[in-house]
């Protein structure tokens, strides 16, 4: 029940990025719209902990962030700078090497008409180990807008107030992997949209 605008790179179904690599563009960066996805760091944890972005995109109108701050891991959906919603691992994050991961899975289906994204929820592991799980009410429906992806620091203006951009991450971050492989339905009328745009 997933709509998504469509997009003009080849489709795929998992991304690998690495760290300090350029801002990806909105229009190649994962669709993570009304989808279920999960977004899964390789990180090292040095003796005192780190902090920082481990991935964002967006800005203060709308985008996600997935981020360690004060020995937690934390992911925020901040809705068209409406609202930000939140959920925080109920552990610290240890040291060494550690596998942190956000996954969403949608419990209904996206009202884009009214600029509602598919409701869902939102679960956070450290180490294959549930941590933190929250219900988000709604969620972006089609764009985070022209800020684009960036990995291991907030390009351009911070997608939450909670910290200030870029926010880089001090410890030492080996690859992050989107994977989108959930079901989708296609939004034909956009898509017709973006061909006529071509022409």
Aim: proline share 8%.
């Amino acid at each position: 029940f997933a709509t998504v605008r469509p997009q003009i790179a080849r489709p795929r179904d998992r991304y690998t990025f690495y760290p300090n690599l350029s801002v990806v563009h909105p229009q190649v960066a994962p669709l993570v719209f009304n989808r279920p996805h999960s977004i899964t760091a390789e990180v090292e944890i040095p003796a005192g902990g780190a902090e920082g972005v481990l991935l964002a995109q967006g800005g203060v109108s709308g985008g996600y962030v997935f981020y360690v701050k004060e020995d937690k891991l934390h992911y925020i959906h901040n809705y068209l700078g409406l609202e930000a919603f939140k959920v925080t691992s109920s552990i610290k994050v240890p040291e060494g090497e550690t596998t942190l991961r956000y996954e969403f899975e949608p419990t209904g289906a996206p009202d884009p008409r009214n600029g509602r994204g598919a409701p869902g929820r939102g679960q956070l592991y450290i180490n294959d180990e549930l941590v933190g799980n929250t219900e988000f009410p709604t969620t972006v429906p089609l764009t985070f807008g022209i800020e684009g992806l960036s990995c291991v620091y907030d390009f351009g203006e911070a997608v939450s107030h909670e910290y200030h951009a870029p926010f880089a991450f001090t410890g030492t971050i080996k690859q992050v992997v989107t994977d989108i492989s959930g079901d989708l339905i296609e939004d034909d009328e956009s898509r017709v949209r973006m061909l006529m745009s071509q022409q």
